[in-house]
Nanobody
């Protein structure tokens, strides 16, 4: 069983930065591609970013390109999401997800394991 625990969310002013972390346990982390998704109240879940199991491939949702960066540290079994130039519309619950092998998929149904999520609130 793979367990994912997110951290790093919080309240930040527009233009600020946050770094989210997702710690993975239960299986060799390096075997898993990882993704970040977010969901705001009353809205559908949205793809944010993903990274392949090897770390050499990444993908981003259009709304975060150029502002967010995903990276992983296989030695720490952790994937990170660096979020810069935050906007009020980035406010959401951010969840990380894992899939065995594979590329940096933007499709939520490709991911088998999910964390509980961490709240990010950006004030204007």
């Amino acid at each position: 069983q793979v367990q994912l625990v997110e951290s790093g969310g919080g309240l930040v002013q527009a233009g600020g930065s946050l770094r989210l972390s997702c710690a993975v346990s239960g299986r060799p982390f390096s075997n898993y591609a990882m993704g970040w998704f977010r969901q705001a109240p009353g809205k559908e879940r949205e793809f944010v970013s993903a990274i392949s199991w090897s770390g050499d491939s990444t993908s981003y949702g259009d709304s975060v390109k150029g502002r967010f960066t995903i990276y992983r540290d296989n030695a720490k079994n952790t994937v990170y999401l660096q979020m810069n130039s935050l906007k009020p519309e980035d406010t959401a619950v951010y969840s990380c997800a894992a899939r065995l092998g594979g590329n940096a998929s933007p499709r939520a149904y490709d991911y088998r394991y999910w964390g509980q999520g961490t709240q990010v609130t950006v004030s204007s």
